[in-house]
């Protein structure tokens, strides 16, 4: 009696089949391509504060230093990496005892401030220091960097 209806997104089986190209000088969307955009990235760091948060990230030639008020943080805190998968690392940061520092809704890690790190950083060297109320976690480039 009644039909179903499946939307036709549903019914391709490859979603990275071949895409007809589309000629950028006509104007028209080219809104899938962004299909194309891997959801996963090599290097991410994950901060213990909420995603809208005021974080200042400075690049030197040899680092990248994110600076953020440490509210509620302990002072006791390190910077813990792990892969994920082979070649996906993801920096979180930790207290000193191993315990986690996010409590309640950021459990799921749903809302944490996440930064996306180029290929050419050194995460299995990153530090982070809390003291005078700032959170300061430095990811060290590596000497291929740009």
């Known amino acids: 009696m009644f039909g179903m209806k499946v939307h036709s997104s549903?019914?391709?089986?490859?979603?990275?089949r071949s895409q007809p190209s589309v000629d950028s000088s006509s104007g028209s969307s080219n809104a899938r391509k962004l299909r194309r955009v891997p959801h996963v990235f090599a290097n991410v760091l994950e901060l213990p504060?909420?995603?809208?948060?005021d974080v200042s990230v400075e690049?030197?030639?040899?680092?990248f230093r994110f600076i953020a008020a440490a509210n509620g943080i302990p002072n006791g805190v390190?910077?813990?990496?792990?892969?994920?998968?082979?070649?996906?690392?993801?920096?979180?940061?930790?207290?000193?005892?191993?315990?986690?520092l996010v409590a309640g809704?950021?459990?799921l890690g749903l809302?944490?401030?996440?930064?996306?790190?180029?290929?050419?950083t050194?995460?299995?060297?990153a530090t982070a220091v809390c003291s005078g109320?700032?959170?300061?976690?430095?990811?060290?480039?590596?000497?291929?960097?740009k």
């Open 59 to 63: 690049e030197t030639p040899t680092s």
């Open 111 to 120: 809302n944490l401030w996440r930064f996306r790190l180029p290929a050419w």
């Open 133 to 145: 109320g700032k959170l300061v976690v430095t990811v060290p480039k590596t000497t291929a960097g």
């Open 10 to 16: 549903a019914k391709k089986r490859n979603m990275f």
């Open 122 to 125: 050194w995460p299995a060297m």
């Open 49 to 53: 504060l909420r995603s809208d948060a």
């Open 105 to 107: 809704q950021f459990c």
């Open 78 to 100: 390190r910077a813990h990496a792990f892969d994920i998968l082979p070649g996906i690392t993801r920096i979180v940061v930790k207290g000193t005892d191993g315990g986690e």
